[in-house]
C-alpha cells in the first residue's frame, strides 16, 4: 500500500475531510488524512473523540480496495494495527478490548483506560466501487484530561504510560503495520483472528458476552472473522455469535486461563 500524508492544521474531523476527498474524486488508496486537532472529532456509538491540538494523533487512512472487504475482518485489522504500533513504540502491557479500542490494564487495578479508538466507517458503500474511512485516534502526549472525559471513562496517553513516543513516531509505526493486517483479511483471516484474540488476552478465559440477544457466560473457544465468535459453556453448550451482534465481552474476575 503507498501511503501519502495529507496534513491537516485544526479541521473538523480528519474522517470527515476523508470523506470529502472521496466525494470529490481526489482520494487515492492509502490516503492518511493527518490534523493537529480537530473541532470535531467523532467516536463510535455518536461520542465525541477528544481531539487537543498537538497531543494526540488523529489520522483517517482511506482504502479504495478493488473488491469489498470484510467489515469485521477490517475492525479487527485495524485495531491489531493500532495495538502492534504501540507495541513498536515500546508499550508492551496494551490489549485489545471489544471489538477494537486499545486498552492499557493495571496490574494492581482491576480498570483499564483507553488509549485509542478506532472508527471504520463507509457511506453508501458501492460493491463495484468500495471505499473505506479508518479512523484512528491515538493518545500520545497528553498529561491529563478534561473532567468530563474522566468522568465518562479512564483515559490514559504514551507518556502517561511512560513511553517516549511522538507523535510522528506514532504515525510511522502505524503505517508501517496496517498494510499487513489489511492484506491478511483476505489472505490470511485465521492468523488474523488468532492474533486478534491473543491481543485481548481473552482467549479460553472466562468472559460474558452482552450481544443484541442478551447475556451468556462461557469460555472463548475460537474466533473467526467470517463464521462468529464461538464460546462454550461446560461441554456441551457451544454457542457461536455473528461479529455484528456481539457489544461487549468482558472477562469474569478470578478466572484462570484454561491451559
Ligand atoms: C472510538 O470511539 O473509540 C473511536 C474514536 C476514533 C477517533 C478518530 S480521531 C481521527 C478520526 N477522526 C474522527 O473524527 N474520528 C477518528
Request: overall charge negative; charged content about 25%; some cysteine.
Amino acid at each position: 500500500m503507498q501511503f501519502r500524508t495529507i496534513r491537516h492544521g485544526t479541521v473538523d474531523s480528519t474522517s470527515e475531510r476523508a470523506f470529502a476527498s472521496i466525494a470529490d474524486g481526489s482520494a487515492r488508496h492509502g490516503d492518511v488524512h493527518v490534523a493537529d486537532a480537530q473541532t470535531a472529532g467523532r467516536g463510535r456509538q455518536g461520542r465525541r473523540w477528544h481531539s487537543s491540538s498537538g497531543e494526540g494523533l488523529y489520522a483517517s487512512i482511506v482504502l479504495l480496495p478493488e473488491v469489498e472487504l470484510s467489515a469485521a475482518g477490517l475492525t479487527i485489522a485495524a485495531g491489531l494495527a493500532v495495538h502492534d504500533a504501540v507495541a513498536r513504540l515500546g508499550l508492551k502491557n496494551a490489549a485489545l478490548d471489544w471489538p477494537n479500542d486499545v486498552i492499557v490494564r493495571d496490574v494492581n487495578d482491576p480498570t483499564s483506560a483507553k488509549l485509542a479508538g478506532i472508527l471504520v466507517e463507509t457511506r453508501g458503500l458501492d460493491p463495484r466501487a468500495p471505499h473505506y474511512v479508518v479512523g484512528i485516534g491515538l493518545n500520545v502526549l497528553q498529561r491529563e484530561f478534561p473532567e468530563q472525559l474522566l468522568s465518562e471513562r479512564a483515559v490514559t496517553s504514551l507518556r502517561l504510560c511512560g513511553c517516549d513516543a511522538t507523535i510522528e513516531g506514532a504515525l510511522d509505526a502505524l503505517v508501517g503495520e496496517l498494510p499487513g493486517r489489511i492484506d491478511a483479511i483476505r489472505s490470511d483471516p485465521k492468523s488474523l483472528a488468532r492474533d486478534y484474540l491473543s491481543a485481548t488476552g481473552l482467549l479460553r478465559r472466562r468472559v460474558r458476552v452482552r450481544s443484541g440477544e442478551g447475556a451468556f457466560e462461557g469460555r472463548i473457544e475460537s474466533l473467526d472473522i467470517h463464521g462468529g465468535l464461538v464460546v462454550t459453556n461446560g461441554d456441551t453448550h457451544a454457542r457461536t455469535f455473528a461479529l455484528e451482534i456481539v457489544r461487549e465481552i468482558t472477562a469474569i474476575r478470578g478466572d484462570e486461563e484454561v491451559e
